[in-house]
């Protein structure tokens, strides 16, 4: 059993999928479940393992669900009786603990543009385990031995790519200042294509933003979906370098991730 719930992890984190892992890491007294009982449940109800079945493995189910949906693992100790009040009850009569270990979803990357910035920015995704798209209709700035952790580098312009379907879960859009026009195309596109829940930024000074914006609006963005996209993007460290600037957005990123203690993407 312990074998098929770690086959499992490995493919969910393969998939960038949200799961938990639920531990029976305290065991006192009398219990159906064993130290080191292992049980994986994911948002949708899927499960592998067991934790000893029987109230106790419904309660921490539930708890699994709330700790999935806030993002925060969490501990939970019960013991197994009637006691008037208690979360689990059960004739067992001994005390078990367990951890529950959420796993999130990395951020996801689409990178609109492959140059410098793009290449500084994906170094940083490979060495985070964050996977990440780049997409360049320029032949010399999408070739895959330049970002050999992409999941794909698409010689693409940006709407295409956009509307052709069936893309990964991206969770950032960023646009890397190779032309105004091509990143205004990738983020116009994604508005409308991708989740609500998806963040847009772009590299660029005041004065494009402003054109940028005018521009989105002539296209059908609305004032509410253009307030989603972060324009200049990165958190304001004075970054004047490629490198430096890869950083800077990285943070922000990492900052966005949900239950996350920080100030967030603004």
């Not at 969910?12 to 892992?21: V, Y």
């Not at 951020?107 to 995704?125: I, T, Y």
Request: charged residues 20%; contains cysteine; glycine residues 10%.
């Amino acid at each position: 059993m312990l074998l098929k719930v770690f086959q499992r992890a490995t493919e969910l984190l393969r998939e960038n999928r949200r799961f938990a892992l639920l531990h029976l890491v305290r065991v006192k007294g009398s219990s159906p479940g064993k130290h080191g009982f292992l049980l994986l449940l994911t948002p949708e109800g899927g499960r592998v393992g067991t934790i000893g079945g029987g109230d106790a493995e419904r309660q921490m189910i539930a708890q699994a669900h709330a700790a999935l949906a806030e993002g925060k693992s969490r501990s939970v100790s019960f013991e197994l009786t009637r006691k008037p009040g208690n979360l689990v009850q059960s004739l067992c009569g001994g005390v078990n603990e367990v951890f529950i270990e959420v796993f999130m979803e990395k951020p996801f990357l689409l990178l609109l543009g492959g140059g410098h910035v793009a290449q500084a920015l994906a170094k940083l995704c490979e060495h985070l385990e964050y996977p990440y798209v780049v997409i360049d209709d320029r032949p010399e700035y999408s070739r895959k031995e330049s970002f050999p952790g992409a999941m794909a580098c698409e010689q693409s312009r940006p709407a295409p790519y956009l509307q052709s379907g069936k893309l990964p879960a991206f969770s950032h859009v960023i646009g890397l200042g190779y032309n105004a026009e091509f990143d205004l195309e990738g983020i116009v596109a994604g508005l409308k294509t991708l989740a609500a829940g998806v963040r847009f930024g772009a590299i660029a000074s005041k004065a494009k933003h402003v054109r940028m914006s005018e521009i989105a609006l002539e296209r059908g963005i609305t004032p509410e979906q253009w307030q989603r996209v972060k324009c200049p993007v990165g958190i304001n460290i004075g970054a004047q370098t490629p490198a430096e600037i890869a950083v800077s957005i990285m943070a922000e990123v990492i900052a966005s991730i949900e239950g996350r203690e920080s100030t967030g993407w603004h």
